[in-house]
């Protein structure tokens, strides 16, 4: 009971979504997709983040 309110609004945002016609920063895109940035920086990568497995299982 009560699920006609909620389900008439999924279908309303369903909708919004799939015909709207949202603003894209091609440029942006493009810088993304090529890899725009010279020097790209991992967190993941460094080495003094995760010294060893064993740090992860314990972190």
Same mark, same amino acid.
């Given at each position: 009971?009560? !699920?006609? +309110?909620? &389900?008439?609004? $999924? /279908?309303?945002?369903? +909708? $919004?979504?799939?015909? =709207?016609?949202? =603003? /894209?920063?091609?440029?942006?895109?493009?810088? #993304?997709?090529?890899?725009? !940035? &010279?020097?790209? @920086?991992?967190?993941?990568?460094?080495?003094?983040?995760?010294?060893? #497995?064993? #740090?992860? !299982? @314990?972190?």
């Amino acid at each position: 009971m009560g !699920r006609g +309110r909620a &389900k008439a609004k $999924q /279908t309303k945002v369903a +909708r $919004q979504l799939k015909y =709207s016609a949202p =603003s /894209t920063d091609f440029d942006s895109l493009q810088r #993304e997709l090529s890899g725009g !940035r &010279k020097e790209s @920086h991992d967190s993941w990568s460094d080495s003094e983040s995760w010294n060893s #497995e064993e #740090e992860w !299982r @314990h972190a």
